[in-house]
Structures are given as C-alpha cells and as structure tokens.
T-cell receptor, first 113, second 117 residues
C-alpha cells in the first residue's frame, strides 16, 4: 500500500458524459501527478499540481482538467468523453516538487461505452 | 524530446534464475533520473529502483540491481533469484533534471516478465 488513495476503483459511463476522479496523496506530500495508461498510448503523464497550483502539463486534452484543493486532494475531471478515453488513470504523489520518487495509487479504471 | 525504449515485450524466467531487462533512452541532457517500476496483475505501480544520472555507482535494492551505462544511454534491470511474485510488467521511466521537467515521468512500453516454477 503506497498511501495514495483513489476513488472510484471502477467507472463505467457513456460517450459524451463527464466524470470526476479523486485522489488523496500520501500524508505530507505536496505534489500530485496524474497519468493515463491505455493500450494504444501506454503510460502518459497528464498534469502535476504542487501545493494547490499547476506545476507541469503533459499530453492532457482540453476536455480534461484537474485541480488540487487546500487539503491537497486532487480531482481529475474528464468531459465530453469518447471511447478512446477508456483507460486506467493513476494518481501519484511526492513530497515536494518532483525530483523525488513518485508513489502511485491503485488507479481508477474508466470504461466509456 | 526524450524517448524510452524497451525492446523486449516479454521474457520468461524460471524460479531462482536471473533475468535482465533492457532499457535505452535518448536525451541530450546530462542531468536526469531513471526508474524501474513494476506493475503486477493487480495493476498497482510499484517502484523497484531509482538511479540518479550523476551517480556512477549502480543502484541496488535487494535482488534488483541496475547496470547504468551513461555513455551508451542504457539502463538495464537485473532480477536475481527470481520469485513467482516477480511476475509483472516492468516499466523503465525517465525524468529530466531541469526544474521545468521535474515530475514528468516518461515511460517505456514495458516488458512482461513471467516467472515459472
């Protein structure tokens, strides 16, 4: 158990819908990262938040957005969902700005039908 | 742009034997970090080992060790005394050392390791 929690574990929804994935970092960690793992694109970095502020952006679609709240938990919002958004979404956390090792949560498996 | 290449899609090894996974990366930078993560059937991503590019000494973690060849841009993982619980997908990952790239892990495609009795 890494100490990073993610909810829900599984999510099934329809195209065009919007979902929110939630992540709670390890106690004391200020940085949260989101990754997408899909069959065709592998593991991809989406976005990083550090102490409430966006720190780095990767290949995140405009239909996707994220935020980190004062209690440091983070949410990833996916809207106008397409079949290709079906993937495993991981959250990871680290103590500070990112040179440290990232510890991953168990992931949220999203299936868009 | 940096790329991470794992050329072995799958490897099989018997219990107690040794297996070596290859990873190469492409970068023009001198300061970076390399990682191996494992993903067992549970899908959890678990850190196996970490290497800082400025350190010449190869990292080790119990039965796991790396062979870091900076000039060749190679970062292989050796699993010694393989155990059934080592069955997993293994991902090599790269992170730049510049401040604007901290946190952006770039992953290879993965190597599936199957440990057989």
């Amino acid at each position: 158990d890494s100490g990073v929690t993610q909810t829900p574990k599984h999510l099934i929804t329809a195209t065009g819908q919007r979902v929110t994935l939630r992540c709670s970092p390890r106690s004391g960690d200020l940085s949260v990262y989101w990754y997408q793992q899909s069959l065709d694109q592998g593991l991809q970095f989406l976005i990083q938040y550090y102490n409430g502020e966006e720190r780095a952006k990767g290949n995140i679609l405009e239909r996707f957005s994220a935020q980190q709240f004062p209690d440091l938990h983070s949410e990833l919002n996916l809207s106008s969902l397409e079949l290709g958004d079906s993937a495993l979404y991981f959250c990871a956390s680290s103590p500070r700005t990112g040179r440290e090792t990232q510890y991953f949560g168990p992931g949220t498996r999203l299936l868009v039908l | 742009a940096q790329t991470v290449t794992q050329s072995q899609p799958e490897m099989s090894v018997q219990e107690a034997e040794t297996v070596t996974l290859s990873c190469t990366y492409d970068t023009s930078e001198n300061n970076y970090y390399l990682f191996w993560y494992k993903q067992p059937p549970s899908r959890q991503m678990i850190l196996v080992i970490r290497q800082e590019a400025y350190k010449q000494q190869n990292a080790t973690e119990n039965r796991f060790s790396v062979n870091f060849q900076k000039a060749a841009k190679s970062f292989s993982l050796k699993i010694s005394d393989s155990q059934l619980g080592d069955t997993a997908m293994y991902f090599c990952a790269f992170m730049m050392g510049t401040t604007d790239s901290w946190g952006k892990l770039q992953f290879g495609a993965g190597t599936q390791v199957v440990v057989t009795p």
